[in-house]
Nanobody
Framework: QVKLQESGGGSVQAGGSLRLSCAVSGYTASVWTGWFRQPPGKEREGIAARRSGTDITLYPNSVRGRFTISQDENTNTLYLQMDNLKPEDTAIYYC?????????????????WGQGTQVTVSS
């Protein structure tokens, strides 16, 4: 059984940084690994994706240049480095794995999800 567990969330002031981790167990071959977030009162949105086995990474304009997705394949851990955080980055953050192709920023592409970790950015 594949399980994902996020950690590293918390509260930070605007301009600060956080690194989220996602421990993966029962790992299965993936096509995409990704990070999503759900701001208060809004729908969940894709914010970072990495094509497994490649250097291909994708980000929406809202986080490009500030967020970096990476993976340690030795420890099966996914990471999201978040720099220059803004109050609008406040959300619950989720990691996810897709075992099939599709739009990497779409929820339905992903098969396995973590429980989420809260990130709060104050001004």
């Amino acid at each position: 059984q594949v399980k994902l567990q996020e950690s590293g969330g918390g509260s930070v002031q605007a301009g600060g940084s956080l690194r989220l981790s996602c421990a993966v167990s029962g790992y299965t071959a993936s096509v995409w690994t990704g990070w999503f977030r759900q701001p208060p009162g809004k729908e969940r949105e894709g914010i970072a994706a990495r094509r497994s086995g490649t250097d291909i990474t994708l980000y929406p304009n809202s986080v490009r240049g500030r967020f970096t997705i990476s993976q340690d394949e030795n420890t099966n851990t996914l990471y999201l480095q978040m720099d220059n955080l803004k109050p609008e980055d406040t959300a619950i953050y989720y990691c996810a794995i897709s075992t099939r192709g599709g739009n990497s920023m779409t929820e339905s592409t992903y098969d396995y999800w973590g429980q989420g970790t809260q990130v709060t950015v104050s001004s």
